[in-house]
């Protein structure tokens, strides 16, 4: 069993920064591909990014060169530095992990997940 709880959301103004970290606890994550997913308010969860256990990363077309996703397996961490933020940014993002290597951009790929935290980007 793992447990996530994601933290670092906010507001900000657009064109602004936030880093996310997502802090595990039960079991080391270095064994799980990690993503981060998006949810705003009447709108369907939305593949963010996520980072495989060798490094390798992927992203939505919506947050690539903006977005970077990234690992600490020493601090059992996975964080999302997100520059230029902009309004349509705005949603609850959740990470998760997953014990596949593939399909890394569908949730049900994922066996856990966070609570999720707020952000909120002002125009």
């Known amino acids: 069993q793992v447990q996530l709880v994601e933290s670092g959301g906010g507001l900000v103004q657009a064109g602004g920064s936030l880093r996310l970290s997502c802090a595990a606890s039960?079991?080391?994550?270095?064994?799980?591909?990690m993503g981060w997913f998006r949810q705003a308010p009447g709108k369907e969860r939305e593949f963010v990014a996520a980072i495989n256990w060798s490094g390798g990363t992927y992203y939505a077309n919506s947050v690539k060169g903006r977005f970077t996703i990234s690992r600490d397996n020493a601090k059992n961490t996975v964080y999302l530095q997100m520059n230029s933020l902009k309004p349509e940014d705005t949603a609850v993002y959740s990470c998760a992990a997953s014990a596949l290597s593939r399909k890394l951009d569908v949730p049900n790929s994922y066996l856990y997940w966070g609570q999720g935290t707020q952000v909120t980007v002002s125009s």
């Open positions: 039960g079991r080391t994550l270095s064994s799980y591909a």
